[in-house]
């Protein structure tokens, strides 16, 4: 398959223009700050031939509308929640000599859009030359500020190049055009009603403003648009406001007009909004000083992940675009966090997911602490959510919703949702994993030990010691990563997730009584803890049953091996994914697997089994999964480099690496795979470079594929930033900043200092 | 409790009108014939503080609508089905000087309404002292006729006891006044766009006639009315009709007024319709005559049953109530089948389900087996669409839909639907069944081998011979009765279902190949029958698995033992039925059964188990079982028997024996609840009877409890009626009519002849 990007480093460059591939890469130049997302839309909209989906999203905005089920029952997710797409500000429009521009029709050059991962921009550039015999240089370039949440800013620049026109540039500002979707696709947002109520329309000089709600979630939105550089008018409109210039063109002249963007929202009516708006946007500083903000940014993020591949300039294109966009993607308030898309689509709804404690967070504790915390402090933040779902599904503790944007679950389907209660362990385990490679006490005494201890009660009532297991602790009818195997018994990855947890929750609750005993005092009164419950969780995770391998495979769970088996060749390649094409029943039936599970254990639960079982275990299940999910390679790749099957890792890994940017899913026009993309650098790092932590202790086993002549990347433990280069001659190490630490290589100790 | 109705052996009488047991009391007097069924609603619709549920039904007649999921799959049911509740012709409206007769605020003495269950009439008196100072004795009668599919009839009688006054009587044709229903009841219909499109309306001197249609089934249901014996005049009016009479009365005189109705559908537009439903009505016989046919339909009917009890004057009542019933609402045209509630309330839609098989059709094959008979015709109508269902689902053979109206699978929920399997089974059984009691092989060549071929070749699909088991042949992830544990393996019952269809179609072949070679021919060119098969689906019979017994205790499926004790003595009585009031993955998970599910299995195919494995797992299962479904009770009451004890099936049998004339479930205004109606039935015979039947020989084993004098009932078997009466003295055993035969009583053989 020939790319269709150049391999550039630091770029990702449309060099001709394609109707067919406009979708998609409206989701491949999506610009976001964690805030805001603007997909890669032509600021014209849409071109001749072509197929769009417009969008603006606000990280956290969402409507709702109740769930309609065939047949209710007792404890079912009551609303859908579904991401907003906001009005569109991005837009300009330009018109010569009556002539309106549209790609397609318009006589237009040398089109070519660039996607700049190191300044944050999206730059595109074109000639035209207009019916009426002028030609024009059109350059735009759009960012959505890393550092100011509620900014984003458009600059145009039109040169005439020779003859002359009277151009007109407007600037709309509208409802979203709301895409429709497949309807039969059930990953996608297809049937939400999701128009929200355009409440308020300004038009103020150069600034224009609208306010909008959404019908049932109380949200309100607010714009602002202001514009620079060029005098026009602005009016407003039934739909929307619009700000227009006309600006007379000879050859040689030019045009430079900068648009300034804000959004803001707010969960409740707030009169105040429109003018705080409009003040920001009217105040921002100007394009240039946001393009040096947004420069600093990403190279404080690039110098954090210090990632580069010698050899193969398609992966490290692809690694950096992955990296990039799950930076932009990434909530930074404490209160949001990564839609499973990002805030590149509509895909999932916007919905949050297992994914960012998994796949994603990894990558940011160990190149960016900061944001690493963000994101777990959404937990914390939904945890009142989380506490109120356990009790109406009759439990102890705290349950995460399988799918939600606020909190509450959003999952229309149980089996493949609610019974996911690994979700759980997910979070915990990454509080676990966070504190051990930050170090951030101050994080586990004010939000982890009672994220631990409220996952803990959970699993200690989701459980019980079975007599007929000999007194072990089971969890049955749970449902793991893998969907294709629902309501199951004793699923490996969740046993060992749980045992996590209740091992993970008796540590913090001692460590708080011994260390922070104001706080644990707090915490006691608040959740009712009793010292009695960490030696429950601690008896539980003594007891925790696994079932016993079979001739060295161990069961996903206590059938797994008993299903029938469906030979994968035997399944005609139209028939991908299973889940589209047979019936639930079907799937849960055989033996074959959607993802990664048992796979997923074995790489972060290794010390359980030997090297000998991780073999006989990949080969095996790498034989029944079908990699449906886009979740299920990296892992794979991870598991084939820590059992020596170093060419097999880098096919997983390669097939994973530029899964968005070459659409290989097919599914990239509703958004970006965002733990994918976090799992490729996982791949890479811990994979290729062997790297594990264990208490505060960084160890590392590198290997270099032959393909590659050398790779490179930064983790940060502690405050310490270790680099590591690997080249055929062996690994090198270097601490980039911070205290001395001592790492381990292959198993040998090496002390590193500046 | 004290019983709502005295205790009568062939009536059930309401003495004192109470506004708060309308709904349910509509039900337990509402009149059908299989075709048409009207609920016991008062002539003037409701009553000053009551709550009403209208209801006119035509059984098989139903209106669609695509099902919404909270999240869709592949292979969903796509469309729901609802029975009709059709134009309302029952109605009569009094009204003397001006006031409109209502129970409640009219001042009303003696009312009093009679279900006759010989006669087969709803009676109706009362005395109502007008405002204006007349006293008038009202009395109607009601029948929907069961010799005449189209007919119902009405007779109005009001005598003028004192006073004078002017009484008009009004007979309105009008859309049915559909009730909402609870939307968190998920059994029953609320919610569903249930209102008809009224097409035409016909007023023509006495005669009132209107066309309604369904919005997207195709159904074109027509009704006309006839009025006899008052001259009146008739009109068209925007929402339906109405034929007027105004009835000068003074003391002494009276006024005679019959309404004879006729309904006819159609699935496709027929204009000829209207006028065959008016002649139909006109040309009806006259009430008297009426009465007369239906009084000796029910004449045989009860002599067939032949059932008394001695000393259980409450008992007998709720046994003939429940045949009168099911007798009813039966369809008999080979095409309708008996819905889960009959034609008497919206409850579960309309649908019908395993019940028919498993539980209603024992009674008419040994009562009326031509009846019968019509009902497995419905299975093979339906067989086409079954074909289409199971290739939908991947699978070879048919698939009955576990719930619908015409054969299209209408479950919203497939754990608790389509993977009830079992439902092919139940077929097949209920085909070998039929035929063994009856000896009709014309029935097997015609029909009955076609569909043991097709669900034996849709079972040996589903399974496999499994490795793990040994090479034994499973059958993984399916529901079996029991839907507190759904998407099991090797559900016993569904396990002893699947050996039985797969045994009986080798065997049904076999036979027809050697006794019909010309029926082998067509049906093997049909069906693309091969000899082959039949050797396959031996070798999985040979080879079915069966999990096996742990100190003595069977496991209802493999997994049954494994799951989480939950003492029934610890859930409120609050709490039931528990899907009402728990997620279903707490009750899956949970060691607790819906209703008999293993027990069935060891009633049904006592011969695989001890009389000491049947009593351990009486009492095991028994003590996980909620009996929240209203199939449960029965069941158990007879394995009790089986295993002597009488005392526990006594207390079974009679909770459910009045189950719904006692409104024990609190839904018997949804509707009857026809599988447990006929289980008492089967209670009566098979359980304290102990009647058995193999090959063609009947089998007696008599026990009389401690609280009734005797019982009687009658049995017919291959044409000879047998008469079973028990006493203290033991049984006595009759030959009613036929040829001689031997039976077996406690093991002994007794010739009877006449």
Chains 1, 2 share one sequence.
């Not at 038009?203 to 648009?225: F, H, N, P, W």
């Not at 062997?690 to 050398?710: I, N, T």
Request: hydrophobic share 40%; charged share 25%; proline share 3%.
């Amino acid at each position: 398959m020939k790319a269709k990007f150049p391999y550039e480093p630091w770029a990702v460059t449309e060099e001709v223009f394609a109707a067919k591939n406009l979708r998609e890469n409206e989701s491949v130049f999506a610009l976001a700050n964690g805030f805001i997302g603007m997909r890669g839309n032509l600021e014209e909209g849409c071109a001749a031939g072509a197929e769009t989906i417009q969008g603006t999203f606000l990280n956290g905005v969402f409507d709702s509308e109740p769930i309609v089920y065939g047949e209710k029952a007792y404890g079912y997710a009551k609303n859908h929640q579904t991401i907003c797409n906001v009005m569109d500000a991005k837009s300009l429009l330009l018109t010569a000599d009556g002539e309106a521009l549209c790609l397609g029709r318009s006589d237009v050059a040398d089109h070519r859009r660039t996607l700049d991962m190191r300044s944050g921009t999206l730059r595109r550039s074109f000639t035209w030359r207009t019916a009426s015999g002028a030609v024009l240089a059109v350059e735009s370039q759009r960012l959505v500020s890393l550092r100011r949440k509620e900014l984003a800013a458009v600059r145009l620049r039109v040169r005439c190049l020779s003859g002359g026109c009277d151009l007109q540039i407007e600037s709309p500002l509208s409802p979203a055009v709301i895409a429709e979707g497949d309807p039969n696709d059930p990953r996608n947002a297809a049937g939400k009603d999701r128009s929200l109520t355009t409440a308020c329309v300004r038009a103020e000089g150069d600034v224009l403003g609208m306010t909008q709600q959404t019908k049932r979630s109380g949200y309100t939105i607010c714009c602002a648009v202001a514009h620079r550089g060029v005098s026009g008018g602005s009016r407003a409109e039934d739909t929307g406001a619009r700000w227009c210039a006309d600006v007379p063109l000879s050859a040689g002249s030019e045009v430079c007009l900068d648009k300034s963007i804000c959004y803001l929202a707010a969960q409740h009516a707030d009169d105040a909004l429109p003018d705080r708006a409009a003040a920001l946007c009217r105040e921002a500083p100007n394009f240039d000083a946001l393009l040096q903000e947004q420069r600093a940014e990403l190279d404080d993020f690039w110098a954090g992940v210090g990632l580069s591949i010698e050899g193969d300039d398609a992966l490290l294109q692809g690694l950096r675009f992955n990296l990039f966009h799950i930076y932009q993607s990434a909530g930074r308030d404490g209160k949001t966090n990564i839609a499973a898309k990002g805030l590149t689509g509509e895909g999932y709804e916007g919905h949050t997911f297992w994914d960012t404690e998994a796949y994603i967070l990894p990558v940011f504790q160990y190149t960016d602490p900061a944001l690493a915390r963000k994101l777990l402090e959404y937990r914390y933040a939904i945890l009142p959510r989380a506490r109120e779902r356990a009790r109406e599904l009759g439990h102890d503790g705290a349950l995460f919703a399988w799918r939600t944007i606020d909190g509450d679950e959003c999952s229309a389907y149980f089996p493949a949702g609610t019974a996911q209660y690994h979700i759980d362990g997910d979070v915990a385990h990454a509080v676990l994993e966070y504190v051990d490679a930050t170090g951030d006490r101050d994080f586990l005494a004010r939000y982890g030990a009672e994220l631990l201890a409220e996952t803990a009660r959970f699993f200690r009532d989701l459980g019980f010691f079975s007599a007929e297991k000999d007194g072990h602790f089971v969890l049955n009818c749970v449902t793991g990563p893998d969907e294709y195997n629902v309501m199951v018994d004793n699923n490996v990855y969740t046993n060992c997730v749980a045992e996590e947890t209740l091992r993970g929750a008796a540590a913090a609750m001692d460590w708080l009584r011994q260390e922070r005993p104001e706080d644990y005092a707090r915490l006691c009164r608040a959740i009712g803890y009793r010292e009695a419950e960490a030696e429950s969780w601690l008896a539980a995770a003594d007891k925790m049953y696994y079932p016993a391998a079979r001739d060295g495979i161990v069961p996903q769970d206590d059938g797994f091996l008993q299903r029938r088996p469906w030979p994968l060749d035997s399944i005609p390649a139209e028939k991908h994914p299973l889940l589209i094409h047979f019936h639930g029943l079907t799937i849960y039936r055989s033996m074959v697997c959607k993802q990664a599970d048992l796979i997923l254990a074995m790489t972060r639960y290794g010390e359980r089994w030997t090297m000998e079982e991780k073999r006989k275990n990949f080969f095996f299940y790498d034989s029944v999964t079908t990699h449906d999910s886009s979740l299920s390679m990296a892992v794979f790749s991870l598991l084939a480099n820590e059992i020596g099957e170093t060419a097999t890792a880098y096919d997983y890994f390669m097939s994973s690496a530029r899964l968005d940017l070459d659409d290989m899913h097919h599914n990239t026009k509703d958004g970006l795979h965002m733990a994918n993309m976090a799992g490729t650098w996982t791949g890479l790092v811990m994979g290729f470079g062997g790297m594990r932590l264990r208490e505060g202790k960084l160890s590392f086993a590198p290997v270099l594929p032959p393909q590659w002549q050398g790779y490179r990347f930064r983790v940060t433990v502690r405050g310490s930033c270790v680099e590591v280069c690997m080249r055929a001659g062996g690994p090198e190490y270097r601490l980039v900043s911070g205290d001395g630490v001592t790492i381990t290589s292959y198993g040998k100790e090496i002390a590193l200092s500046l």
